[in-house]
């Protein structure tokens, strides 16, 4: 059973559109992230959700969003997609803040 | 800027013998570190950790070194084997999220 999965693996979309890529991790973890990697190839955290409390890094446009609807989800939503969105975005859990993560396999988003 | 750095972005090995992969951060008050093991079209998976209590710790054939003095940390892999091919970032927790900050990884090659 995967861990920590992600749905889509790819997601190839035009600018301007509104796309949700989705989370699940089956660990009874209480933490999760949303992580980009840009083009450069640096992992960078988005944001963290620990028990519906959410920690948004202030560098991230408020056109991402994400939405936890439950402790093993969490969602994120893009609005209104721009080229500079293209990476590959990686989902992680862990039992609590400052534990070892586990990551997802990554969604890799084409923004045409 | 970079608070943790991996300043080569590749090596190249031959099978049987050591590599050895350097990494470099910034802020004395990092206490616990890792390494992160990442196949194409994968997550990254935790490989072995440190805490700053310790110089050196040693799981099978992969050892991490740290020098808090020089604030660099090693990991060395021996013997080397053809599946250890694959990009390695070192991380550390930083920051109010308990989120990973990574280095920019390298990519290690191990040729038979």
């Known amino acids: 059973d995967t861990a920590v999965s992600q749905t889509p693996k790819y997601l190839v979309t035009q600018m301007g559109n509104d796309k949700s890529i989705k989370c699940e991790q089956n660990l009874g973890h209480d933490t999760m992230y949303w992580y980009k990697q840009d083009s450069k190839k640096f992992l960078k955290i988005m944001f963290s959700y620990n028990n519906k409390e959410l920690i948004i890094n202030e560098t991230v446009p408020n056109r991402f969003s994400p939405k936890s609807p439950d402790k093993a989800h969490l969602n994120l939503h893009i609005n209104s997609l721009e080229l500079g969105d293209s990476a590959v975005y990686f989902c992680?859990?862990?039992?609590?803040?400052?534990?070892?993560?586990?990551f997802g396999p990554g969604t890799r988003l084409t923004v045409t | 800027d970079q608070q943790v750095k991996q300043n080569s972005p590749s090596l190249s090995v031959q099978e049987g013998r050591i590599s050895i992969l350097n990494c470099d951060y910034t802020?004395?008050?990092?206490?616990?570190f890792l390494w992160y093991k990442k196949y194409p079209a994968e997550g990254p998976t935790f490989l072995i950790s440190i805490s700053s209590i310790k110089d050196k710790n040693e799981d099978g054939r992969f050892t991490v070194f740290l020098n808090k003095s020089a604030k660099h940390l090693s990991l060395h892999i021996v013997p080397s084997q053809p599946g250890d091919s694959a990009v390695y970032f070192c991380?550390?927790?930083?920051?109010?999220?308990?989120?990973?900050?990574f280095g920019k990884g390298t990519k290690l090659s191990v040729k038979p």
């Open positions: 802020n004395s008050m990092f206490d616990y």
């Open positions: 992680a859990s862990s039992p609590n803040r400052g534990n070892e993560q586990y």
């Open positions: 991380a550390t927790y930083g920051g109010s999220q308990g989120n990973l900050i």
